[in-house]
C-alpha cells in the first residue's frame, strides 16, 4: 500500500491544457457543452494524450458484511449480502441491468460475507466472516484494513492488466450506510451534537431504529476514539472490509493512470478517505450521482467535486457508474468527433470579441 502511496503522480496539466484549447476551437460557442468539456479534458490529462480511449469499462463491487448489523441498524436481513452478492453474478441486480444496457462488465469480489458463498465469476479475497460489531470492539486489526486495502489495488492491478480503461466502483454489505456515517464523522472530527449531519436512514429505518443507529456510532466514536488524522486507524475502529477494499481501488487507479467513478454515498466516503491519504487521488476521480444519505453532501463539501446526476438515488451497488460512463462517453464522442471551425468553414474572427 505504501509504494502505491507515494508513486502516485499528478495528473498531465498540459494535456489539460491542450485539450481546452482543442474544446475551444470546436464549432460550437465558446464553453457550450459545459461541464462535458470538462470531463474530456480531465480525461487527457489523466491519460497523458489526446486520444482518449474508454471503450473497455468495468465496476468492481465489494461485498461484505458488518458486525455492526448485531445492533439492529438495518431494515433488511443480513442474509441479502450474501443473496444479493449472487445476485449481482447474475445479471439480476439495479447495477447488473443498468451495466448490461451499457456495455459495462461487473467485476465482484467477497472480501468479508459472512457465509461462504461461490460463482464461477466471483472472486475470493475473503479477510474474515464479517467484521466485528464495532459497538462492543475495534471493527478489525489494523493489519486487517491494510490487507482491505491492498485487495483492492490488486483487483485494480488485475484490471489494467485485462485491458480496462476506466472503472466504477460499488458494493454490497448489508449495514454499510452505519460504518460509512461512522468513518465520515470521525475523518471530520464531528462533535457528537453534530455527528446526526451525516446518519440516514440507509436502506428505510425507522424514526426509532434510526435514533437507535445515530447514538451507536456516537458511542462508538466516543469509546474508540478513531484518529481524524489516520485513515487506516478509522477504518480498523469504525470500518468495514468493502470501504477498505474501495479505497484501495481508487489508489489502485490513481497509480496506474486510470479514471474512476464513484457511486453513492458509502463510495464517496471511501474516496474521501483514499484522497486524505494522497490528495493526487482527487484528479481521477468523477462522481456520478448526488446520493440521497445524508452525508453525502458534507463528503461532496470536502472533496469539492461536482455530481453529475441527480435522480434521487440510493440503491448502492455501484449502480451509478454505467450512467455516468454514459455521459464520459458523450463528452469523449464530443472531443474527438465533433468539427473544429475549420473544418466546419465557420470564420472565427468574431471570437475575437468575445475573449
Not at 71 to 85: F, K, R
Not at 190 to 196: G, H, K, R, Y
Amino acid at each position: 500500500m505504501e509504494n502505491y502511496l507515494k508513486n502516485i503522480e499528478k495528473v498531465n496539466i498540459k494535456y489539460y491544457e491542450k485539450a481546452k484549447d482543442h474544446i475551444d476551437f470546436l464549432a460550437k460557442p465558446l464553453g457550450s457543452l459545459g461541464e462535458l468539456e470538462e470531463i474530456s479534458a480531465k480525461l487527457c490529462s489523466i491519460y497523458n494524450t489526446l486520444d482518449v480511449n474508454v471503450d473497455k469499462k468495468a465496476i468492481i463491487v465489494l461485498a461484505s458484511d458488518n458486525g455492526i448489523f448485531e445492533e439492529g441498524v438495518a431494515s433488511t436481513p443480513q442474509e441479502v449480502t450474501a443473496i444479493q452478492t449472487i445476485n449481482i453474478l447474475e445479471g439480476k441486480t439495479g447495477v447488473a441491468v443498468i451495466a448490461k444496457q451499457f456495455n459495462v462488465d461487473v467485476i465482484v469480489c467477497d472480501v468479508g460475507i459472512k457465509c461462504d458463498i461461490s460463482h464461477p465469476n466471483l472472486i475470493n479475497k475473503k479477510i474474515r466472516k464479517s467484521t466485528n460489531n464495532f459497538a462492543k470492539k475495534e471493527a478489525m486489526t489494523r493489519q486487517e484494513a491494510i490487507q482491505a486495502i491492498n485487495v483492492g489495488i490488486e483487483l485494480v492491478n488485475k484490471a489494467k492488466k485485462d485491458g480496462y480503461k476506466i472503472i466504477g466502483t460499488g458494493e454490497m454489505g448489508i449495514g454499510n450506510t452505519t460504518t460509512s456515517s461512522a468513518i465520515l464523522a470521525s475523518l471530520l472530527g464531528l462533535s457528537l451534537d453534530e455527528i446526526e449531519n451525516v446518519v440516514g436512514v440507509g436502506a428505510g429505518l425507522t424514526k426509532d431504529a434510526y435514533n437507535k443507529k445515530v447514538n451507536l456510532i456516537k458511542n462508538a466514536i466516543e469509546k474508540h476514539k478513531p484518529n481524524k488524522n489516520d485513515v487506516i486507524d478509522i477504518i480498523q475502529k469504525v470500518g468495514g472490509f468493502d470501504i477498505g477494499a474501495m479505497i484501495g481501488v481508487y489508489i489502485g487507479c490513481a497509480y496506474n493512470k486510470i479514471p474512476v467513478v464513484v457511486d453513492g454515498f458509502i463510495a464517496i466516503v471511501s474516496a474521501l478517505c483514499a484522497i486524505k491519504l494522497n490528495e493526487n487521488i482527487k484528479d481521477y476521480i468523477f462522481l456520478s450521482h448526488k446520493s440521497m444519505e445524508k452525508g453525502y453532501i458534507l463528503a461532496q463539501k470536502e472533496i469539492e467535486l461536482p455530481s453529475y446526476l441527480d435522480l434521487k438515488m440510493r440503491l448502492g451497488e455501484g449502480s451509478g457508474c454505467p450512467l455516468m460512463f454514459s455521459i464520459i462517453d458523450a463528452s469523449v464522442a464530443m472531443f474527438k468527433n465533433m468539427a473544429t471551425f475549420d473544418e466546419a468553414k465557420i470564420d472565427t474572427k468574431y471570437l475575437e470579441s468575445l475573449k
